[in-house]
C-alpha cells in the first residue's frame, strides 16, 4: 500500500511518502503562514525522493483538525484534487489522534491537546489507539474531571496546572508518517474539516465557509 501523507494543519508543512510500514521519504517544514505556496512544490520533491510516480499511489492521507482554516483547507483541497486527478481514495485523519497514534502501545491513557477557539483547549483521549470520545473544546480547569492520564501530547502546556501526574510530551505537530500509516488501513468517508476557530471569512448574509 503506497501512501502520500499531509498534513497543512498547524505550524508546519509536512509531507510522507509510505510503502506499507516503510517511510520512502518525508519532509516538514515549520511555517505559521505560506503553506499554500509550499505544499505543491514540497509534495512533488518528497514524491521525487521516494522514486514514486504520483500514479503510483494507492491512496492519499490528509490531517483535518483541528487547526486554523487557511492552513486546514490547503491541505484538504490540496489532497481533494490529488484525489480527484488520479481517480484514488483520500483518507482523512484527525490531528489529535495523529498525535497520540504513538503511544498507542504505551500503558494508560493519552490525552492529546490543541489550542481551541478563545481560552478554550480542543481535546481528545485515546487508549490502546483507540478514541474514548469525540474532539471536546472545553476549559482547561475541566480537565482533571476526565480521570487519569498518562501522558498529555500536542501541546501539553495548555493543561496547566491541571492533571500534574501525568507526562508531558514536548510540544509537536502532526508527523505525516504516523498519518499515512494510519490511513493505510482506514475506509474513505466523507472528508469533515474540525476548526479550532471559526474562520474570519464570511458569505453573503454571515455564512461562514462550508
Keep these: 500500500?503506497?501512501?502520500?501523507?499531509?498534513?497543512?494543519?498547524?505550524?508546519?508543512?509536512?509531507?510522507?511518502?509510505?510503502?506499507?510500514?516503510r517511510t520512502l521519504a518525508w519532509a516538514s517544514e515549520p511555517m505559521e503562514r505560506g503553506h499554500q505556496e509550499r505544499l505543491a512544490p514540497l509534495t512533488r520533491e518528497v514524491m521525487e525522493r521516494a522514486g514514486l510516480a504520483f500514479s503510483d499511489l494507492d491512496r492519499i492521507a490528509v490531517t483535518l483538525g483541528?487547526?486554523?482554516?487557511?492552513?486546514?483547507?490547503?491541505?484538504?483541497?490540496?489532497?481533494?484534487g490529488l484525489g480527484l486527478a488520479l481517480d484514488r481514495p483520500v483518507i482523512g485523519l484527525g490531528c489529535l489522534e495523529v498525535l497520540a497514534a504513538p503511544y498507542a502501545a504505551a500503558p494508560g491513557r493519552t490525552l492529546a491537546l490543541l489550542p481551541g477557539r478563545g481560552d478554550t483547549v480542543c481535546r481528545q483521549v485515546f487508549e490502546g489507539g483507540l478514541a474514548l470520545g469525540p474532539p471536546v473544546l472545553g476549559e482547561a480547569a475541566d480537565l482533571n474531571a476526565l480521570g487519569p492520564v498518562a501522558r498529555i501530547v500536542g501541546a501539553p502546556d495548555l493543561a496547566g496546572e491541571?492533571?500534574?501526574?501525568?507526562?508531558?510530551?514536548?510540544?509537536?505537530?502532526?508527523?505525516a508518517a504516523v498519518a499515512g500509516r494510519l490511513a493505510a488501513s482506514r475506509r474513505a468517508e466523507p472528508l469533515v474539516p474540525l476548526y479550532m476557530r471559526p474562520p474570519d471569512a464570511r458569505l453573503p448574509g454571515g455564512r461562514t465557509p462550508p
Design 162 to 175: 491541571a492533571l500534574p501526574g501525568a507526562d508531558r510530551v514536548p510540544a509537536s505537530t502532526p508527523d
Design 66 to 80: 483541528p487547526g486554523s482554516f487557511t492552513g486546514l483547507r490547503v491541505g484538504l483541497a490540496f489532497a481533494k
Design 1 to 21: 500500500m503506497r501512501v502520500l501523507a499531509l498534513d497543512t494543519c498547524l505550524s508546519a508543512c509536512s509531507v510522507a511518502v509510505l510503502d506499507g510500514e
